[in-house]
């Protein structure tokens, strides 16, 4: 139950603004708009996307810490959240950035 909400929060919201986004644009401007504004937009999604990732991160994690948890503890909950999080931005969002320069600022803000 908890991996079917996780998807649906996480993995269905995450594209709604730019889906919305391009609705409004359907809407109010006609096909060949939508036509323009494709890319834009979604590029625009999966940069909020990144963000609200990153943002996340030093929210729930702060700076990562060397050391030995317990695997129930706190902090071990709080990283293995983030991790997932990040692995989802990765698979999601960077399938198609891998190996540029996009990738490694992406790195170096976590």
Known sequence: VI???????VCEFAFLPGYYGLWYIVDTYGVQALC???????ALDAL??????IALKWIILGR???GS????GQYYWRWWFVSRLEKWVQD???T???DTM???VFLRAL
């Open 3 to 9: 991996g079917l909400l996780w998807h649906f929060i």
């Open 96 to 98: 198609r950035v891998a």
């Open 69 to 72: 948890y317990p695997i129930f």
């Open 92 to 94: 999601a969002v960077f």
């Open 64 to 66: 990562r810490r060397e």
């Open 102 to 104: 996009i990738m490694n």
């Open 48 to 53: 909020l996307t990144v963000a609200i990732i």
């Open 36 to 42: 323009l504004a494709f890319i834009p937009v979604m």
